[in-house]
């Protein structure tokens, strides 16, 4: 797109991947494309805060109803996010990059609009009869396996827990259509604020996706907190568990 904001798609770009895909047809290559890898442009950033509006829910549904009109036809397993926690647990739950801005509340804001933005792409792709003649469409997450600590009942809940935020916040919308109730619960017990609506969990629910790419690196363990959280950090997923380094790891080189 050279205007997200217009839907103006860029022509000689749009031009070169239809190169690129003709070519791997040409060499007997099935393509699968994904709409998102952490491309957020920039511009929608510094104005609307990214995946915290609303508002950019909606143009990524016409910024991917352009690539189904002008693809489909040749592309038949599609994509929608590749990793989808990763952007918003960098920038707003860890603070580890720009705008360096700790706030649990948008964290979730994202993940919730991703969720989102998922349904509503999976129903544009079917209404618009892309599921036909063979046409998938999925997402691409990457869940950690997380291990205890050790097999005590506190190092185990903290697992679960680092689970429950972590990996299925985006796993259970993907193949459930809901949020899990527990996660909900917790995140209004510890007051993260965050906005949806009714309609929005009818259209996750009602919108669930074909086929699931599942991007797995290395195991991750926890243990228990052994440390009281202090009163004044606002909320974030580790007040429920600490990161444990397995001694003599290795990881493997080849």
């Not at 997450?141 to 009942?153: D, G, M």
């Not at 185990?156 to 993907?174: C, S, T």
Request: glycine letters at 4%; charged letters at 25%; proline letters at 6%.
């Amino acid at each position: 797109m050279l205007d997200y904001e217009r839907g103006i798609v860029d022509e000689t770009y749009a031009a070169y991947v239809d190169s690129v895909i003709d070519e791997l047809l040409r060499q007997g290559i099935i393509p699968m494309l994904c709409l998102e890898h952490y491309e957020l442009p920039a511009t929608l950033m510094e104005k609307y805060q990214g995946w915290a509006s609303k508002q950019v829910v909606e143009w990524f549904v016409t910024y991917a109803q352009a690539v189904f009109a002008r693809y489909a036809h040749k592309v038949k397993r599609w994509f929608v996010f590749n990793e989808p926690i990763v952007v918003q647990t960098r920038v707003y739950l860890d603070a580890e990059r720009y705008p360096y801005e700790q706030n649990t509340g948008t964290w979730m804001q994202w993940n919730h609009h991703k969720n989102l933005a998922t349904a509503k792409v999976i129903a544009c792709f079917r209404a618009n009869g892309h599921d036909r003649d063979g046409g998938r469409i999925g997402t691409i997450l990457n869940p950690e396996v997380t291990y205890p600590r050790s097999h005590a009942a506190h190092d185990v809940e903290a697992a679960r827990l680092y689970d429950l935020f972590f990996n299925r916040v985006f796993l259970d919308p993907a193949v459930k259509g809901e949020y899990p109730a527990e996660l909900l619960t917790l995140l209004e017990k510890h007051q993260v604020k965050w906005a949806y609506t009714d309609d929005e969990l009818a259209v996750i629910r009602d919108n669930r996706m074909d086929e699931l790419g599942i991007n797995l690196y290395f195991p991750h363990r926890v243990k228990a907190p052994e440390r009281a959280w202090h009163p004044d950090t606002p909320f974030h997923p580790a007040y429920y568990y600490e990161h444990f380094a397995l001694p003599g790891l290795r990881m493997n080189p080849s």
